[in-house]
């Protein structure tokens, strides 16, 4: 998919005919600020998708080593020390006990 030898030549060919032989060095110095330019843009947007790529594979593992919210609530539900069960109630109201202030995990809030 690259530029061969033959488009090469008529390439150089083509700069030849409609660049004057003392104006060559300007053009080819112009040409290699752009070149520059282009590559060091390259260089900056490869350098930020890599880091977006690192960032999203980061937070993959953590939210593959933190357990699911269907395995937490497997678990047995925190009782209260008079044995009353906190979390979603008959109702469907989660949180509303009888108010000693337990979060879910059994904690004090």
Do not use: N
């Not at 409609?18 to 290699?32: C, N, Q, S, V």
């Not at 593959?64 to 609530?73: D, N």
């Not at 539900?77 to 995990?105: F, I, N």
């Amino acid at each position: 998919m690259g530029i061969g030898f033959s488009e090469l030549v008529v390439i150089v060919l083509v700069v030849l005919v409609f660049i004057k032989p003392e104006d060559l060095p300007a053009f080819f110095r112009k040409l290699g600020k752009i070149y520059a330019e282009l590559k060091k843009g390259y260089d900056e947007l490869t350098a930020v998708k890599d880091d977006f790529i690192r960032e999203v594979e980061a937070a993959a593992r953590i939210e593959e080593e933190a357990p699911a919210p269907a395995e937490a609530g497997t678990q047995a539900s925190p009782t209260s020390p008079g044995g009353e069960a906190h979390g979603t109630q008959a109702g469907g109201a989660e949180g509303q006990g009888d108010g000693e202030g337990l979060a879910q995990s059994g904690k004090p809030l």
